[in-house]
């Protein structure tokens, strides 16, 4: 954890045609030789995905992607899996050689980058070997409303403009949000419950606990940690109540219980739903969990690939509580780690984990995914509050939700639900 985790570090996606220069550009950028480069065409299979520094952004995350215009079986999977990286980029690099100009394959992206509402940095390369650049250069003003970076790999020209470039248009709500600062005034106290279980990581805390301290201690708070168990007795030794408590969500029944119900109380994931995704859409999901019956079809999708643990959380605890719930069998499919279908309408609800190991704009383009095949999304501890009856007390942290909680249940459901 003495690293800024990667799903906090805007994410650079570099596209392109084979052999336009991408893998190069990148060791330009970052003045090491971290691609790997060739003349041979498809050097670049899957994604890879490079931690660095670029000033004066910072930490961020370097995507070099195979070539869109790759050919054969195995190529059109290359494709594929370049095609999937605009889900999780923040701004996208175009790197475009002068010889082959704009077709079809730069088109087509530049209309998915629209319709992901993708910033774009468009680079012409190879300005070296001095093919015409001028018709190139109006043809993506005219068309495409960009104003493209001149870059010679070779004779190392452009890359300070590229990096100029890159640092203006990336975009502003890729800074870091609040995960609880806004919910907490300087000196205020917040307790954090963290269970250590046996899913529990040996020797720290896990990822979104970590960054909630992180979080409190920026905005000039106080935080206290303690275990469930000693959660009452952290409680007495305060000469006065915290101004909220947040738990991990498997402990959500004894911390309501045990916390007075003048004070705060909600999750981590709860947390993580709005810093990450859109509170409102996983408020949508909550009201199809009430919903379910017998036979639903219903995602789980986990952002990590954790070794599971006999009562796991996704595949163990919550399918035991849904089935409870609705008094029958339902269909469950686990996907995990970069994985995530493109048949999202095969289901009828869409659980999600807290998303701590993916970037905001790859959780919001997963909720664009789920909201336009029409069905709900919900993210794990919302879920887990729901069942347990505590999602109105979870929810009065955020006012705004909250009302909106309120309203919906009361005016009945979504439109698709």
């Known amino acids: 954890m003495q690293e800024t985790p990667r799903g906090n570090r805007p994410h650079i996606g570099v596209f392109g045609r084979r052999n336009a220069g991408k893998s190069s550009l990148i060791n330009s950028l970052t003045n090491q030789d971290l691609a790997l480069v060739s003349s041979v065409p498809g050097t670049t299979t899957d994604p890879v995905y490079k931690a660095m520094e670029l000033l004066p952004l910072g930490p961020v995350i370097m995507i070099d992607t195979a070539g869109i215009d790759d050919t054969g079986e195995l190529g059109k999977l290359r494709v594929k899996k370049s095609l999937e990286v605009i889900r999780k980029t923040d701004l996208a690099v175009l790197v475009i050689d002068p010889e082959q100009g704009i077709a079809e394959y730069e088109a087509d992206l530049l209309e998915k980058f629209k319709e992901t509402k993708t910033a774009v940095v468009a680079v012409i390369n190879k300005t070296d070997l001095e093919f015409k650049t001028n018709t190139l250069s109006n043809k993506l003003k005219d068309e495409y409303q960009l104003e493209p970076v001149l870059v010679s790999t070779v004779k190392k020209t452009g890359i300070d403009e590229l990096r100029t470039k890159i640092v203006e248009k990336m975009p502003a709500d890729t800074e870091e949000a609040f995960i609880v600062g806004d919910l907490v005034n300087p000196g205020e106290t917040v307790v954090l419950v963290t269970p250590i279980d046996l899913a529990a990581p040996k020797g720290r805390l896990i990822l979104p606990q970590v960054q909630t ?159 336009q095949a029409g069905v709900p999304v919900i993210n794990y501890g919302m879920a887990i509050a729901q069942l347990h009856g505590i999602l109105d007390r979870a929810l009065k942290p955020f006012p705004a939700a909250y009302r909106m909680w309120l309203a919906a249940q009361e005016e009945g459901q979504p439109s698709y639900v």
């Open 213 to 371: 301290i992180r979080d409190i201690l920026d905005h000039d708070g106080i935080t206290m940690v303690c275990k469930e168990r000693e959660l009452k007795l952290t409680l007495a030794k305060l000469k006065e109540p915290p101004k909220l408590v947040v738990t991990d969500s498997q402990a959500f029944m004894k911390v309501d219980a045990d916390v007075p119900e003048d004070i705060l109380l909600t999750g981590f994931s709860i947390l993580f739903a709005r810093y990450k995704g859109d509170l409102e859409i996983f408020l949508k999901g909550a009201l199809k969990l009430e919903q379910l019956k017998p036979g639903n079809k219903i995602l789980i999708a986990e952002a990590c690939t954790h070794r599971r643990q006999a009562d796991d959380i996704g595949t163990v605890k919550i399918p035991r509580w849904l089935r409870s719930r609705v008094g029958g069998e339902l269909e469950f499919t686990h996907v995990s780690g970069r994985e995530y279908p493109a048949n999202l309408t095969d289901y009828d609800l869409i659980l999600h984990c807290g998303s701590c190991m993916l970037n905001r704009k790859e959780v919001l383009s997963r909720l664009q995914e789920a909201e």
